[in-house]
Antibody, heavy 121, light 106 residues
Framework: EVQLLESGGALVQPGESLRLSCAVS????????FNWVRQVPGKGLEWVST???????YYNDSVKGRLTISRDDSKSTVYLQMNSLSAEDTAVYHC???????????????WGQGTMVTVSS | IQLTQSPSSLSASVGDRVTITCRAS??????LAWYQQRPGKAPKLLIY???TLESGVPSRFSGSGSGTDFTLTISSLQPEDFVTYFC?????????FGGGTKVQIK
């Protein structure tokens, strides 16, 4: 069974940094594309970032320059380094695996339960 | 690419047939997915490539459309279907989601 387990969420002050981790099990990690998607509780979904199998990265304009996605294939883990956090970044952050990509991907077929990031003074 | 999902909410009864629409601001071929989300849970992929049912998803769910106009249809609502649904385009970055449709019991 494929599982994604996020960690690292916390309450931080504006301007601070945080690193989220997504530990993946049950598949050949290096073969897959991964994403971060966030959601303010009770609101809609917002795509944050994607990292390809070759390390190519893509970002939502709202986070570009402040959030950085990376992957460690040896640890089967995806990371989201979050700098210069603001209240607008408060949300549940989900890690999600892309389905088959050729090269466009067939949806996000496995999701983690999410980790809560709260930015408040 | 903006996705306009409608309605934002609807009321229906068990056994009803419901249709949710997702309109893209530009053509996205068939690169559209639909998700179901229960309160407090992660989204679940229902349909990808506009009309392909994800493995394990009941056949009462179906998707159609291409280009700019897409629909998700639930042929006969079951009690567990009264939750929220989102569409997502995967044609181009930035990936975007529709605003969501909450299906409520009438």
């Amino acid at each position: 069974e494929v599982q994604l387990l996020e960690s690292g969420g916390a309450l931080v002050q504006p301007g601070e940094s945080l690193r989220l981790s997504c530990a993946v099990s049950g598949l050949k990690f290096s073969k897959y594309v991964f994403n971060w998607v966030r959601q303010v509780p009770g609101k809609g979904l917002e795509w944050v970032s994607t990292i390809g199998t070759n390390g190519d990265t893509y970002y939502n304009d709202s986070v570009k320059g402040r959030l950085t996605i990376s992957r460690d294939d040896s640890k089967s883990t995806v990371y989201l380094q979050m700098n210069s956090l603001s209240a607008e970044d408060t949300a549940v952050y989900h890690c999600a695996k892309s389905g088959y990509c050729s090269p466009k991907c067939d949806g996000l077929d496995v999701w983690g339960q999410g980790t809560m990031v709260t930015v408040s003074s | 690419i903006q996705l306009t999902q409608s309605p934002s909410s609807l009321s229906a009864s068990v056994g009803d047939r419901v249709t949710i629409t997702c309109r893209a601001s530009q053509g996205i071929s068939s690169h559209l997915a639909w998700y179901q989300q229960r309160p407090g849970k992660a989204p679940k992929l229902l349909i990808y490539a506009a009309s392909t049912l994800e493995s394990g998803v009941p056949s009462r769910f179906s998707g159609s459309g291409s280009g700019t106009d897409f629909t998700l249809t639930i042929s006969s609502l079951q009690p567990e279907d009264f939750v929220t649904y989102f569409c997502q385009q995967l044609q181009a970055f930035p990936l975007t989601f529709g605003g969501g449709t909450k299906v409520q019991i009438k």
